[in-house]
């Protein structure tokens, strides 16, 4: 612990701030230095871990890595920060981003305001007052007039229950809690659980060392090459000179990525016009085959199987055990409609000796862990260590971990037990001046997270600032009242539904992570909310004639009532 985090853990004597931030990774750095040094704010944040960092200070497994080109992962608000700093590689490993982050909070002195060690367990709302009570698992208790949840949306582990997990005798690893001095997977019998896109990381590194691993497959996932590598000096040149234009090309992108669609069907195309194409996105490796493919790939079956199928050809001619290719290929889900995995030897890892892949289609589900290893399918498989890379309780897990209560005592988790509703994720009807920071509803994971974690943050700032403005009893911006936020979610849904024409999207309420949390949707339209939220400010805050209902989900910033 160093010693500004030391003079910052004895600043916890302080009881009231302007705002409190919870989490200091991506996103609560940037609202820390938004509301501190732009608004001039009494702002605290509180982070459960020793560092800055978040979801790359905890996730250090093997083979960690971003699956965002590098030149885009990272902050966009300022220019001279962009321009002094270098990447070493197309798509950086956890301990690099780790150091940026930390160059982050240097740079602009964030760490005298960040308490470090102090992980929230209760944010109260107190009617008559106006202002939210938070309680720190430490002892801690502040009041705050806003509250800012920059928890992730991949940040609470997910867990199976899995029966005798207890009783393993030997080591036990989730990838979202690893160990920070590493794992020696020496001369060690591995299992791995899961295979994710955090599985689909981990296994080739673990494979290199273990002297026999066994990988337990509940869903096979599409794969496409990451094509990891240096980044040329003079494509890095190039990218800095052309900060304003990458900047406004992302930020008014699908999803936040230097991709767009092919404008045309699939199905006008030649067998080998598409042939030619898909193996160019290939050879690219990266997000092009997921997020440039042809248009109607979200949107007509016929279309998605014929680009389904070409990967499908790809993962039987690399595993060379045709009935472990097999295994490995999806059946049960249209492409696209998960997050896509970016590999590095993920399917040659399974042409190893030493590696056996377990289904649970096909081989038999887990089912205990035992003393000595797992049984899966009436078979015992003999362990020494596990890994358990089945993901997080996504979007909403790490929000429903904080104890939050909202007018009247009504408590989230209870509220959202059915799934979440919340106004395009950035604030919930019933929770005056609580903020979520790409949370359910929003183009979040779906997204090149770093660009929704800017424009949120410089919404959220843009709204708290807008009504410090306003005097006590002024017309303030409003959330839809509880009834029509409940239809308008239902009828986004029902229009993403209706839009994907045949497309089966599967409500995956037992997945790794959790895909019901984004409001019972596996496919968003990120296009739509950033679009919508980037005229939010100019076209609501000049309205007159709004006014806050106490229903509604803002309080007044100065005890208005």
Request: aromatic share 10%.
């Amino acid at each position: 612990m160093t010693n500004v985090q030391g003079e910052s853990r004895r600043a916890s004597v302080k009881t009231d701030f302007d705002a409190v931030i919870i989490g200091a990774g991506f996103s609560g750095m940037y609202m820390l230095h938004s509301l501190r040094d732009k608004l001039d704010l009494n702002v605290t944040v509180f982070e459960a871990g020793d560092g800055v960092g978040g979801t790359w200070y905890w996730n250090r497994y093997p083979g960690a890595r971003c699956d965002s080109d590098s030149y885009i992962y990272c902050y966009t608000f300022d220019k001279n920060l962009l321009q002094e700093w270098n990447w070493s590689e197309r798509y950086p490993e956890q301990d690099e981003i780790l150091r940026y982050l930390e160059h982050c909070a240097e740079r602009f002195d964030l760490k005298p305001d960040i308490q470090f060690g102090k992980r929230v367990v209760e944010v109260v709302f107190d009617d008559n007052t106006e202002l939210w009570t938070l309680r720190t698992e430490q002892g801690d208790v502040v009041r705050a007039r806003f509250v800012i949840a920059a928890v992730g949306a991949l940040s609470a582990a997910n867990i199976p229950p899995f029966k005798g997990l207890e009783s393993f005798k030997g080591k036990c690893y989730h990838t979202s809690q690893w160990p920070h001095d590493g794992v020696d997977f020496t001369a060690k019998r591995v299992g791995v659980i899961g295979t994710g896109a955090t599985g689909v990381q981990a296994i080739p590194e673990i494979a290199q060392q273990a002297k026999h691993l066994t990988v337990f497959q509940r869903t096979p996932t599409f794969c496409v090459p990451a094509r990891n590598g240096r980044v040329d000096p003079e494509v890095t040149t190039a990218r800095k000179a052309d900060y304003d234009g990458i900047r406004q090309r992302i930020k008014n992108s699908f999803f936040g990525f230097e991709l767009n669609f092919i404008l045309k069907s699939v199905l006008d195309t030649t067998p080998e016009e598409r042939e030619q194409e898909f193996d160019r996105m290939w050879d690219v490796g990266g997000f092009p085959f997921w997020l440039a493919n042809y248009q109607d790939m979200f949107f007509s079956k016929e279309a998605n199987d014929v680009i389904a199928d070409y990967l499908k050809r790809k993962i039987r001619a690399t595993v060379n055990d045709p009935v472990v290719a097999e295994k490995l290929t999806p059946k049960t889900y249209p492409y696209g409609t998960k997050r896509q995995p970016l590999d590095t030897n993920y399917l040659e890892t399974f042409n190893k000796k030493n590696v056996v892949l377990v289904d649970a289609s096909t081989d038999g589900p887990i089912e205990e862990i035992t003393p000595n290893g797992i049984r899966a399918g009436g078979k015992e498989y003999p362990l020494d260590i596990i890994v358990v890379a089945t993901g997080f309780d996504a979007l909403t897990g790490s929000l429903k971990q904080l104890g939050i209560k909202g007018r009247g005592g009504r408590a989230l988790a209870q509220e959202w037990e059915e799934g979440p509703q919340t106004y395009l994720g950035l604030a919930i009807a019933g929770y005056p001046n609580l903020f979520t920071i790409t949370g359910p509803q929003s183009p979040s994971v779906l997204s090149n997270v770093p660009v929704s974690i800017e424009q949120h943050v410089e919404w959220i700032t843009e709204c708290i600032a807008h009504m410090r403005c306003r005097r006590q009893g002024a017309p303030l911006p409003a959330l839809p009242r509880p009834g029509r936020r409940r239809r308008v979610s239902q009828e986004v849904r029902r229009g993403r539904r209706e839009g994907l024409r045949g497309l089966r999207v599967r409500e995956r309420r037992s997945g790794r992570n959790r895909a019901h949390n984004c409001g019972r949707m596996n496919l968003t339209s990120p296009d739509r909310e950033l679009r919508s939220f980037s005229r939010l400010p100019a076209r609501r805050f000049r309205r007159k004639s709004m006014t806050l209902p106490k229903s509604h989900g803002f309080a007044h910033p100065r005890g208005g009532k």
